[in-house]
């Protein structure tokens, strides 16, 4: 039995350790959202400031290989099915890529989500006011 006992241990530890225990945990929430979605429920419409900010965050959990979080967010919220597009998103948030945020963006070689030029953007403001105010206080 003890054998047994240890076996299962095991086993939990290392879907535990390779992510495999909880993707499929967020597989199976995901999945369970969408079964019970009544599809003849009619949603109330979500403010335009939320589906700016859900398609920022589904950008990210995409990019980052958080499908089935995504997939829960997108069920859980009503956002629409196809996507509003990064290009739409940037353009509604006034995203104006230059050489800073474009190597942000391009910085392991691929597009990354819009969250991280908008951190970048804000960590760089801050840095400069904090400059500012530290050379105005001298």
């Known amino acids: 039995m003890n054998t047994l006992e240890d076996l299962r241990s095991a ?9 495999a ?19 003849s429920e009619v949603k109330p419409r979500i403010p335009h400031e939320n589906l700016l900010i859900n398609e920022l965050i589904l950008e990210y959990l995409n990019y980052n290989n958080l499908h089935c979080a995504a ?23 006034n995203i104006h890529e230059d050489d800073k945020t474009r190597q942000v963006i391009l910085q392991f ?20 006011a904090r400059r500012t105010l530290s050379n105005g206080t001298n």
Not at 11 to 19: C, I, R, Y
């Open 11 to 19: 086993v939990k530890q290392t879907l535990e350790q390779n992510g």
């Open 21 to 39: 225990l909880a993707a499929t945990r967020a597989k199976l929430r995901a999945d369970i959202f969408k079964t019970l979605e009544d599809p």
């Open 71 to 93: 997939s829960v967010l997108s069920v859980e919220s009503g956002q629409p099915t196809p996507s509003l597009g990064r290009a739409f998103v940037a353009e509604q948030l």
């Open 109 to 128: 070689g691929e597009e990354r989500p819009l969250l991280y030029s908008l951190l970048s953007h804000f960590a760089t403001n801050s840095k400069m």
